[in-house]
């Protein structure tokens, strides 16, 4: 079928084959999450005009800039971290009254950081401290909700963060965190490859053995106060269903309007 077709689009940005076009504010969906965002024809916009509440932006620090893009060769100095999300974010926050949709849903920025962790992490504080006033603030033990909260990923420098008493970001953990103890006002996520811990790839039901796998995995982690995503997962409308009845917090996907429509379709049942 036409969704299941792989995105073929030569070199830099190959999954921009799906146009969303814009509208005056769609309802937010808190559980759609834009994988690699920044791919999309309209970065960030795109993720928005469908009503998502989660984007992911992968970003390399070159030469003291912070730059996005899913491999170094793709990299472009117009296309920075603060060009293409964190300015655009505040100028709507403000318009909005301090929010990133007029309804007050939470938003989340996650920052996939695909250079070394520590430089990287100290290269975005100053940048983060620039946009304070809309950024969730995290302590050891509080969490200060703003209208949009930074979950770091990808080479994440566990222990720089864990060194700031205050911090501007959240700690994206791993399902071999689970029951670990961690706070949640550290590690606010567990993120992981579905394909690395799970057989179903699509097709047919889970297993019993995976159902209760993937049930003892949600209750873990919300029990802790803490939300699970999964990458590498199917994209595909029988995942989505999966992940949705399942009550999995963020439903990874690269086709925004499919998923919107997937998911304001279970609204209105």
Known sequence: ????????????????????????????????????????????????????????????????QLLVGHSSFELKESRSLETLYLAPLAKRVKANGGSVYKSRAPFHLMI?????????????????????????????????????????????????????AKRLAGYDGRLSDLGQAESRHFMPWI??????????????????GEQAKLANILKSAHADGQKIRFWAAPDTPAAWELFHRAGVDFINTDRLENLAKFLRGKKAK
């Open 1 to 64: 079928m036409k969704w299941m077709l792989p995105c073929l689009l030569f070199a830099a940005w190959p999954c921009a084959a799906e146009q969303v076009k814009p509208d005056a504010e769609s309802k937010p969906l808190p559980r759609a999450h834009a994988h690699n965002d920044y791919y999309h024809k309209r970065p960030l916009l795109d993720a928005l005009a469908s009503g998502f509440c989660s984007v992911e932006a992968d970003v390399f620090l070159k030469d003291a």
């Open 112 to 164: 996939d950081f695909k250079t070394d962790g520590p430089t990287t992490y100290a290269a975005l504080k100053p940048l983060l401290e620039k946009y304070r006033s809309m950024l969730t603030a995290f302590t050891a033990d509080t969490t200060e909700p703003g209208a949009v909260t930074i979950v770091i990923s990808g080479s994440r420098p566990r222990a720089a963060m864990e060194q700031d």
């Open 191 to 208: 993120s992981d490859s579905w394909r690395s811990h799970f057989k179903w790839r699509g097709n047919g039901d889970l297993t019993e």
